[in-house]
C-alpha cells in the first residue's frame, strides 16, 4: 500500500478508529506491555503508536517514543491517560531516523499487516533496538487454518484496498507471520508465539515477543 494512501486512510479512519478496535478487534494491551519487563529509566519504541492503544499500559519511569504517518493519529494518542514519558513524532516505520541501538524493547500494534513491505520495517525495529532487546507485537494474520485462509483470500481485495469498515482501516488479510518470523532470517529469536485464530476470517490474529539476537 503506498504511504501516502495508508496516510489518507488513517487520517480519515483517526477519529473513529478506536471505536472500530474496541467493536471488532478489542484486546488487552497490558499483558503485551508486561512482556517487554521495562524498567524505569528505559527508552521504548512504538512503532507505530496509531492512537496510542499501547500507551495507558506503560508504567511510570520509562520513556515512550511513539512514532506514526498520520497526524491526526497522533492528535488522538495524545488524548490518552498515560503515567509513563511520551513523546509523538510523524516518522515512517520503513524509514527509521534513529541511530542503531537507541532503544532498549519497543511494540507494534497492528501495524505490520498495514506497511508496504513488513520485512523492511521489522529490520528497521531490529537496527534501532540493542542486541537483546525484546519486541512485543500485536497483529492481523493469516491463519494456520487453510480452511480460513481460503476466506481469508476471498477478503484480501476489500481489506486492502476498500477497508473495513470501508475507508476506515485498510490491511493485508493474508500477512504471514510464518514467513515474516520464521523464514526471514532476521536475527531473531521467538520466546513467545499465540496464534489468536478464529473462524471468522476478519478476526484472526497473533501476539508475538520477539528477542533481538543481532551481534
Known amino acids: 500500500m503506498q504511504i501516502e494512501k495508508v496516510i489518507e486512510t488513517y487520517d480519515h479512519g483517526a477519529s473513529e478508529y478506536d471505536f472500530i478496535m474496541k467493536r471488532y478487534w478489542h484486546i488487552e494491551r497490558q499483558p503485551l506491555i508486561d512482556w517487554l519487563q521495562l524498567g524505569t529509566g528505559q527508552t521504548v519504541l512504538e512503532a507505530a503508536v496509531g492512537t496510542g492503544l499501547n500507551l495507558p499500559a506503560y508504567p511510570e519511569g520509562v520513556r515512550v517514543i511513539g512514532i506514526d504517518l498520520s497526524q491526526k493519529m497522533l492528535n488522538e494518542a495524545r488524548k490518552k491517560p498515560v503515567s509513563a514519558d511520551i513523546i509523538l513524532q510523524i516518522m ?6 534513529f541511530p542503531d541501538d537507541s532503544f532498549d524493547a519497543a511494540a507494534s500494534g497492528f501495524t ?3 506497511v508496504a513491505d513488513p520485512v523492511v520495517a521489522l529490520e528497521e525495529m531490529i537496527r534501532v533496538t540493542k542486541p537483546g ?5 500485536l497483529d492481523y494474520c493469516k491463519s494456520r487454518d487453510p480452511e480460513i485462509a481460503k476466506w481469508q483470500e476471498l477478503i484480501y481485495d476489500a481489506s486492502s484496498q476498500m477497508g473495513f469498515p470501508t475507508g476506515k482501516i485498510k490491511w493485508d488479510a493474508l500477512m504471514d507471520y ?7 532470517h532476521l536475527p531473531i529469536e521467538v520466546i513467545v508465539d499465540e ?3 478464529s473462524p471468522n476470517p476478519f478476526l484472526c490474529g497473533c501476539q508475538l515477543l520477539l528477542k533481538n539476537i543481532k551481534r
Open 112 to 114: 505490520l499487516c498495514v
Open 195 to 197: 496464534r489468536l485464530d
Open 92 to 97: 515512517d516505520l520503513q524509514n527509521l531516523s
Open 133 to 137: 532487546a525484546l519486541i512485543a507485537i
Open 178 to 184: 510464518d514467513k515474516l518470523i520464521y523464514n526471514s
